[in-house]
């Protein structure tokens, strides 16, 4: 199964790269590089942009903090 994660992506090859595509590709390699940019019609285009994604929630309470006196009187008073 395939917990977490988006579908599998399909294996890409030099024949759908558009460097290899436009005659661009001087590498001689058997597998594709980390070059590989998909040949559309549209021709070149960027990889996509990471997104932010804003936190909605705030955080109300913090991980720690200083026991109150009364607790430390307690801790210590046996
Ligand atoms: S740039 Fe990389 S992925 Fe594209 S054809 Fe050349 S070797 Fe293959």
């Known amino acids: 199964m395939n917990k977490g994660r988006t ?3 399909k294996k890409v090859s030099c024949a759908d790269c558009y460097f ?3 005659t661009l590709c001087a590498l001689g390699l058997d597998e594709p590089c980390p070059t590989f940019r998909p040949d559309t019609p ?3 285009r960027p990889p996509t942009q990471l997104r932010f ?3 909605t929630e705030r955080r109300t ?3 720690w ?3 109150t006196a009364d ?3 307690a801790l ?3």
């Open 71 to 73: 607790e430390q009187a």
């Open 61 to 63: 309470q913090s991980a």
């Open 65 to 67: 903090a200083f026991p």
């Open 53 to 55: 994604l804003f936190r």
């Open 76 to 78: 210590h008073s046996a």
């Open 7 to 9: 579908a599998p992506k």
């Open 42 to 44: 549209e021709g070149l």
């Open 20 to 22: 290899h595509c436009n």
